[in-house]
């Protein structure tokens, strides 16, 4: 695990004649570095116009780096100044990049419980294997060209006494996989 003190983030910094504050950070944006940032904001001559931080030093961003940049342009609202973090080198979009895979994991983990049970649906009205299960599953998505966590839906939906039909091309879909496969050699098997 990265730490403040494990990695410090470093921030110098000189003040120009025009009243631009250029501050150079060094190191990691991780736990404790909005509070770095704070202390260098606070040792900002009282007439700086601008603030400038280069980031060009700072080799790895984590989700304390948001609050980093958060503290800044609330630094600048505050005193009424223009900010800006510049020279940036793909740390924000490795960061951002990290936070989708992170949510499509999420959403990964929040659908699977649906997908096993309509597996397990498939499995015993069809008798077929769990991968069997599986093929027509995502075959019926692939000819209805909806999700499969939505297909997986319609099986489970399908199964209680109170359940409505599907809606058209999602039941074609799902009674086309099932038939390739009671047929024997159809793509379900495969």
Same mark, same amino acid.
């Given at each position: 695990?990265?730490?403040?003190?494990?990695?410090?983030?470093?921030?110098?910094?000189?003040? &120009?004649?025009?009243?631009?504050?250029?501050?150079?950070?060094?190191?990691?944006? @991780?736990?404790?570095?909005?509070?770095? *940032?704070?202390?260098?904001?606070?040792?900002?001559?009282? %007439?700086?116009?601008?603030?400038?931080? &280069?980031?060009?030093?700072?080799?790895?961003?984590?989700?304390?780096?948001?609050?980093?940049?958060?503290?800044?342009? &609330?630094?600048?609202?505050?005193?009424?100044?223009?900010?800006?973090? @510049?020279?940036?080198?793909?740390?924000?979009?490795?960061?951002?990049?990290?936070?989708?895979?992170?949510?499509?994991?999420?959403?990964?983990?929040?659908?699977?419980?649906?997908?096993?049970?309509?597996?397990?649906?498939?499995?015993?009205?069809?008798?077929?294997?769990?991968?069997?299960?599986?093929?027509?599953?995502?075959?019926?998505?692939? *000819?209805?060209?909806?999700?499969?966590?939505?297909?997986?839906?319609?099986?489970?939906?399908?199964?209680?006494?109170?359940?409505?039909?599907?809606?058209?091309? @999602?039941?074609?879909?799902?009674?086309?996989?099932?038939?390739?496969?009671? %047929?024997?050699?159809?793509?379900?098997?495969?």
């Amino acid at each position: 695990m990265r730490t403040a003190e494990s990695n410090p983030l470093i921030i110098e910094g000189h003040t &120009d004649d025009t009243g631009r504050a250029v501050l150079a950070a060094r190191g990691e944006l @991780v736990h404790g570095c909005a509070e770095t *940032l704070a202390r260098a904001l606070a040792r900002l001559p009282a %007439g700086t116009r601008r603030i400038e931080v &280069d980031m060009s030093g700072v080799g790895f961003m984590d989700t304390a780096g948001r609050g980093f940049l958060d503290l800044l342009r &609330d630094h600048g609202e505050r005193h009424m100044i223009p900010v800006s973090a @510049v020279n940036w080198r793909g740390q924000p979009r490795d960061f951002w990049e990290l936070c989708k895979e992170v949510e499509q994991l999420r959403r990964a983990m929040a659908t699977r419980p649906v997908i096993d049970q309509a597996r397990g649906i498939l499995m015993a009205t069809h008798g077929c294997t769990s991968e069997e299960a599986w093929q027509i599953l995502r075959e019926a998505s692939q *000819l209805s060209n909806t999700k499969l966590r939505t297909i997986a839906a319609t099986v489970t939906a399908s199964a209680e006494h109170t359940a409505t039909a599907p809606p058209e091309p @999602v039941g074609r879909a799902l009674r086309t996989a099932i038939a390739r496969f009671h %047929g024997g050699g159809g793509a379900a098997r495969g």
